[in-house]
């Protein structure tokens, strides 16, 4: 990857942002929707960085300086500002060890660049939770693991955006979430799981066809689940799935191929847990829509490349189907539920 020239790209970011800050109090909603407005605003350069790249660091902390002195700037309403304070204190306390990263990383300091990293991902995993209490998720894990030094990460809990990566399996499968739900095929994760970052193995989805039923004119084939242990450390989410499960569709009339997730709660879905699904699945930028079958599902057009993805929650359970764009998502999502009612 090329060089990431930050101070155009941060120039682009402040002008994108400049008119989101103002001393002027806004109504709740208003106010995290400019919350999370800047924090998109900033994932989308993020997103360009290259850990392989020596100057990424240092091009993260540029990022995040700009970020951190726009929510600063940001005035919230009486009945959030504890909460967001806290937030913000949290940010540039990260942005405080990025500088020390960064530092080390040029004196070629492992030890002090080490130490580091491991403050800033226990700040990360803090950060999660504050996340969660002002259901701003476009700012969840906003700044990456390691700040993208490329270290072994022994201590973080946080859900890793940088691997949001869309893996396809072959030329006909829809990319799925390599921030998709995970889960042991019948043992649900335990805080002991969780938290033994070092000595977890890799965890993956179990496979949906196992006990999952092919809607009519589809049938189950070959699928190569990616690594989902993300989910089981999301602040919001994570200690409470109980399954998850993971499917490829091929449909008998035209040979397309969909992508199936289920994932199951030990309690029923509220809008902060469905809020954090829908972020795990890439939709959080989407709308609610109205399948044919008169069911509301949150749908993002373009949640990967030539991909879009929609999400069903009901009580415990949310479903999230992936298909190729000017594939009918809507109705395969109607049709998997009729033939999987609970």
């Not at 120039?11 to 208003?30: N, Y």
């Not at 020596?54 to 005035?75: C, F, R, V």
């Not at 033994?196 to 039923?213: H, Y």
């Not at 993805?309 to 415990?316: I, N, P, S, T």
Request: charged share 20%; proline share 6%; hydrophobic share 35%.
């Amino acid at each position: 990857m090329k060089r990431l020239v930050v101070g155009a790209l941060t120039v682009a970011l402040l002008g994108a942002c400049s008119a989101s800050t103002t001393s002027t109090k806004q109504p709740e909603d208003e106010f995290l929707d400019t919350v999370e407005t800047t924090c998109r605003d900033a994932d989308r350069v993020i997103e360009k960085l290259d850990s392989a790249d020596a100057s990424a660091p240092s091009d993260l902390y540029d990022i995040i300086s700009d970020t951190s002195e726009q929510l600063d700037g940001l005035d919230a309403p009486a009945t959030l500002r504890t909460d967001f304070e806290r937030y913000t204190s949290n940010v540039d306390d990260q942005l405080s060890q990025l500088q020390k990263i960064t530092v080390a990383v040029a004196a070629g300091d492992t030890s002090a660049k080490d130490a580091a990293v491991g403050a800033l991902n226990t700040l990360r995993s803090d950060n999660d939770g504050l996340v969660d209490k002002l259901n701003i998720y476009s700012c969840l894990s906003l700044v990456p693991p390691n700040g993208l030094t490329g270290a072994i990460d022994t201590v973080d809990t946080a859900v890793d955006t940088t691997a949001d990566t869309t893996p396809v399996t072959d030329s006909t499968t829809p990319p799925t979430e390599a921030t998709t739900p995970p889960t042991e095929p019948t043992t649900p994760p335990t805080e002991a799981t969780i938290a033994d970052t070092t000595t977890a193995t890799t965890l993956l989805p179990s496979d949906l066809a196992i006990d999952g039923v092919a809607p009519a004119g589809y049938t189950w084939v070959d699928y190569s689940p990616p690594d989902v242990s993300g989910l089981y450390e999301n602040a919001a989410i994570g200690q409470l799935v109980t399954y998850y499960a993971g499917g490829k569709l091929e449909s008998a009339a035209d040979g397309s191929t969909s992508t199936v997730y289920v994932i199951r709660l030990s309690v029923d879905f509220t809008e902060s847990h469905t809020k954090a699904y829908q972020y795990w699945e890439a939709v959080e930028n989407g709308t609610d829509v109205t399948t044919p079958g008169g069911l509301t599902v949150h749908q993002e057009l373009g949640a990967f490349t030539d991909t879009d993805c929609a999400v069903y929650v009901a009580g415990a359970r949310g479903v999230t189907i992936c298909t190729y764009t000017g594939i009918d998502g809507l109705t395969l999502m109607d049709q998997y539920l009729a033939a999987n009612p609970n």
